[in-house]
């Protein structure tokens, strides 16, 4: 959504006012459901924020939720115990998501490798510092 429908008043080139301004029309006109998604949502038009009944937003995971994901995907089940070690880096780790953690489930499956779940933490703390625009390369 911020690609196509991003504030006006930030426009340098006169296109890109008339690009949002056919998307708002088009909303408007549009008879069925319309859901669109960012995570840059103080960029988007004020005007195309009207337009959407309902605005949802999505937080972190919370140190519950982190924890009984990290023991499904680690472990195979959420109820698993997780060791105090690894329970004091999840609880570091408030900005993972659900996508951080199918992330690393693909990293897995595209490598044929069952991870330890230390490694499993440090490929989520990998996916967080990327968040946070910390780019080194983990292994």
């Given amino acids: 959504?911020?690609?196509?429908?991003?504030?006006?008043q930030q426009a340098h080139r006169n296109w890109e006012r008339m690009q949002v301004?056919?998307?708002l029309q088009q909303m408007?006109?549009?008879?069925?459901?319309?859901?669109?998604?960012?995570?840059?949502m103080s960029g988007i038009?004020?005007?195309?924020?009207?337009?959407?009944?309902?605005?949802?937003?999505?937080?972190?995971?919370?140190?519950?939720?982190?924890?009984?994901l990290f023991a499904r995907?680690?472990?195979g089940d959420a109820q698993s115990v997780v060791s105090p070690?690894?329970?004091r880096h999840l609880e570091q780790l408030n900005q993972l998501t659900p996508g951080d953690f199918a992330n690393v489930c693909r990293q897995r499956q595209l490598l044929s490798d069952e991870f330890t779940p230390e490694q499993f933490l440090r490929k989520l703390a990998a996916e967080c510092r990327l968040?946070?625009?910390?780019?080194?390369?983990?292994?």
């Fill in 45 to 68: 038009d004020a005007a195309a924020l009207r337009r959407f009944d309902f605005k949802l937003n999505f937080q972190a995971l919370t140190l519950a939720q982190r924890v009984a």
């Fill in 1 to 8: 959504m911020d690609s196509f429908l991003s504030d006006r």
């Fill in 21 to 23: 301004n056919e998307l």
């Fill in 28 to 40: 408007e006109r549009y008879p069925g459901i319309f859901i669109a998604a960012t995570n840059l």
């Fill in 73 to 75: 995907e680690v472990f």
């Fill in 85 to 87: 070690l690894l329970m």
């Fill in 131 to 139: 968040k946070q625009g910390d780019n080194r390369q983990v292994t």
